[in-house]
Protein backbone atom coordinates (compact mmCIF):
# COMPACT_ATOMS: atom_id res chain seq x y z
CA UNK A 1 0.00 0.00 0.00
CA UNK A 2 2.58 2.58 0.90
CA UNK A 3 4.24 1.38 -2.40
CA UNK A 4 1.54 2.48 -4.58
CA UNK A 5 0.80 5.47 -2.44
CA UNK A 6 4.13 6.58 -3.28
CA UNK A 7 3.95 5.96 -6.47
CA UNK A 8 0.45 7.87 -7.26
CA UNK A 9 2.74 10.98 -5.66
CA UNK A 10 5.45 10.87 -8.01
CA UNK A 11 3.06 10.46 -10.52
CA UNK A 12 1.09 13.55 -9.34
CA UNK A 13 4.32 15.52 -9.12
CA UNK A 14 5.43 14.50 -12.85
CA UNK A 15 1.89 15.80 -13.95
CA UNK A 16 2.14 18.79 -11.89
CA UNK A 17 5.96 19.75 -13.78
CA UNK A 18 4.57 18.69 -17.21
CA UNK A 19 1.61 21.42 -16.72
CA UNK A 20 4.01 23.93 -15.26
CA UNK A 21 6.27 23.78 -18.20
CA UNK A 22 3.15 24.48 -20.74
CA UNK A 23 3.03 28.28 -18.77
CA UNK A 24 5.08 30.56 -20.96
CA UNK A 25 7.33 32.07 -18.57
CA UNK A 26 9.25 35.20 -19.70
CA UNK A 27 11.88 33.82 -20.36
CA UNK A 28 10.29 31.06 -22.76
CA UNK A 29 8.50 33.48 -24.82
CA UNK A 30 11.76 35.05 -25.78
CA UNK A 31 12.01 34.41 -29.66
CA UNK A 32 8.66 32.67 -29.88
CA UNK A 33 7.09 36.94 -30.88
CA UNK A 34 10.51 37.79 -32.60
CA UNK A 35 7.98 39.42 -35.49
CA UNK A 36 6.37 41.53 -32.35
CA UNK A 37 9.83 41.52 -30.85
CA UNK A 38 11.51 42.88 -33.83
CA UNK A 39 8.69 45.42 -34.54
CA UNK A 40 8.70 46.89 -30.69
CA UNK A 41 12.77 47.25 -31.06
CA UNK A 42 11.90 49.27 -35.15
CA UNK A 43 9.41 51.51 -33.52
CA UNK A 44 11.52 52.24 -30.20
CA UNK A 45 14.57 52.76 -32.93
CA UNK A 46 12.77 55.12 -34.98
CA UNK A 47 9.70 56.81 -33.16
CA UNK A 48 7.43 58.95 -34.82
CA UNK A 49 7.74 62.54 -34.63
CA UNK A 50 4.60 64.82 -34.62
CA UNK A 51 6.65 67.82 -35.81
CA UNK A 52 4.45 70.74 -37.31
CA UNK A 53 6.92 72.09 -39.94
CA UNK A 54 7.01 68.78 -41.46
CA UNK A 55 4.51 68.01 -43.77
CA UNK A 56 2.53 64.83 -44.70
CA UNK A 57 2.87 63.59 -48.39
CA UNK A 58 -0.57 64.52 -48.98
CA UNK A 59 -0.19 68.39 -48.02
CA UNK A 60 1.71 70.64 -49.77
CA UNK A 61 4.44 72.17 -47.09
CA UNK A 62 5.47 75.27 -48.67
CA UNK A 63 3.82 76.98 -52.24
CA UNK A 64 7.22 78.27 -53.09
CA UNK A 65 9.02 74.52 -52.99
CA UNK A 66 10.46 73.12 -56.00
CA UNK A 67 8.37 70.78 -58.37
CA UNK A 68 10.41 68.20 -60.20
CA UNK A 69 9.12 68.14 -63.70
CA UNK A 70 9.85 65.38 -65.96
CA UNK A 71 9.53 65.52 -70.05
CA UNK A 72 8.71 62.06 -69.63
CA UNK A 73 8.59 59.45 -66.63
CA UNK A 74 9.24 56.67 -69.02
CA UNK A 75 11.73 55.40 -71.79
CA UNK A 76 11.56 52.51 -74.15
CA UNK A 77 14.20 51.11 -75.24
CA UNK A 78 12.82 48.93 -77.61
CA UNK A 79 15.14 45.86 -78.85
CA UNK A 80 18.25 46.20 -76.75
CA UNK A 81 21.43 44.08 -77.93
CA UNK A 82 23.24 41.31 -75.71
CA UNK A 83 26.12 42.54 -73.66
CA UNK A 84 25.46 45.67 -75.15
CA UNK A 85 25.21 49.09 -72.73
CA UNK A 86 22.52 51.49 -73.30
CA UNK A 87 21.52 55.16 -71.79
CA UNK A 88 18.68 57.88 -71.90
CA UNK A 89 18.83 61.32 -70.76
CA UNK A 90 15.51 61.76 -69.05
CA UNK A 91 15.07 66.23 -68.78
CA UNK A 92 13.23 67.85 -65.71
CA UNK A 93 12.26 71.13 -65.15
CA UNK A 94 12.20 72.65 -61.90
CA UNK A 95 8.60 74.60 -62.41
CA UNK A 96 8.58 75.45 -58.75
CA UNK A 97 9.51 78.83 -56.98
CA UNK A 98 13.02 78.17 -55.15
CA UNK A 99 16.12 76.09 -56.69
CA UNK A 100 15.60 72.27 -56.69
CA UNK A 101 18.54 69.82 -55.47
CA UNK A 102 18.30 65.82 -56.03
CA UNK A 103 19.93 64.00 -53.12
CA UNK A 104 20.43 61.19 -54.90
CA UNK A 105 19.24 58.93 -57.25
CA UNK A 106 18.70 55.21 -57.12
CA UNK A 107 18.07 52.53 -59.46
CA UNK A 108 16.22 49.12 -58.55
CA UNK A 109 19.06 46.70 -60.05
CA UNK A 110 22.82 47.34 -60.38
CA UNK A 111 22.15 46.76 -63.99
CA UNK A 112 20.55 50.47 -64.21
CA UNK A 113 22.94 53.48 -63.15
CA UNK A 114 21.78 57.12 -62.75
CA UNK A 115 23.69 59.74 -62.83
CA UNK A 116 22.11 63.32 -62.19
CA UNK A 117 22.47 67.11 -62.15
CA UNK A 118 24.58 67.92 -59.34
CA UNK A 119 24.04 72.15 -58.93
CA UNK A 120 20.66 73.23 -57.63
CA UNK A 121 18.36 73.94 -60.74
CA UNK A 122 16.71 77.35 -60.89
CA UNK A 123 12.96 77.83 -61.16
CA UNK A 124 12.43 77.61 -64.53
CA UNK A 125 15.68 76.00 -65.32
CA UNK A 126 16.20 72.60 -66.46
CA UNK A 127 18.52 69.46 -65.61
CA UNK A 128 19.24 66.05 -66.81
CA UNK A 129 19.21 62.55 -65.27
CA UNK A 130 21.13 59.81 -67.52
CA UNK A 131 20.19 56.36 -67.01
CA UNK A 132 22.35 53.76 -68.43
CA UNK A 133 21.23 49.97 -68.38
CA UNK A 134 24.04 47.31 -68.86
CA UNK A 135 22.19 44.06 -70.90
CA UNK A 136 24.96 41.58 -70.06
CA UNK A 137 23.47 38.64 -68.44
CA UNK A 138 20.15 39.38 -69.13
CA UNK A 139 17.54 38.60 -71.89
CA UNK A 140 13.60 39.50 -72.78
CA UNK A 141 11.77 42.10 -71.11
CA UNK A 142 13.15 44.10 -68.84
CA UNK A 143 11.62 46.96 -66.33
CA UNK A 144 13.51 48.73 -64.07
CA UNK A 145 12.70 52.20 -62.10
CA UNK A 146 14.68 54.47 -60.86
CA UNK A 147 13.95 56.80 -57.31
CA UNK A 148 15.49 60.66 -57.33
CA UNK A 149 15.30 62.06 -54.13
CA UNK A 150 15.38 65.90 -53.98
CA UNK A 151 14.17 68.64 -51.66
CA UNK A 152 10.36 68.68 -53.58
CA UNK A 153 7.17 67.42 -52.28
CA UNK A 154 6.99 64.68 -52.31
CA UNK A 155 10.47 63.79 -51.73
CA UNK A 156 10.73 61.03 -53.99
CA UNK A 157 9.88 60.89 -57.86
CA UNK A 158 10.43 57.95 -60.40
CA UNK A 159 11.37 57.37 -64.08
CA UNK A 160 10.91 54.11 -65.94
CA UNK A 161 12.68 52.26 -68.33
CA UNK A 162 11.83 48.95 -70.11
CA UNK A 163 13.09 47.48 -72.96
CA UNK A 164 13.56 43.73 -74.78
CA UNK A 165 17.16 42.48 -74.18
CA UNK A 166 17.93 40.30 -77.46
CA UNK A 167 19.48 36.37 -77.44
CA UNK A 168 22.45 36.03 -78.45
CA UNK A 169 22.72 34.61 -81.88
Not at 61 to 87: C, L, T
Not at 97 to 103: R, S
Request: proline share 7%; with cysteine.
Amino acid sequence: MLRSTVSYFALAALLLAGCNRDKPTEAGTQGMNAAADEAAADAKANPTIDNPNVASDTEAPNPDAPVMAFAEAQFDFGDIKPDSKVQHTFKFTNTGKTPLLIADATASCGCTTPSWTKEPVAPGATGELQVQFDSRGKQGLINKQVSVRANTQPNTNTIYIKGNVLTEK
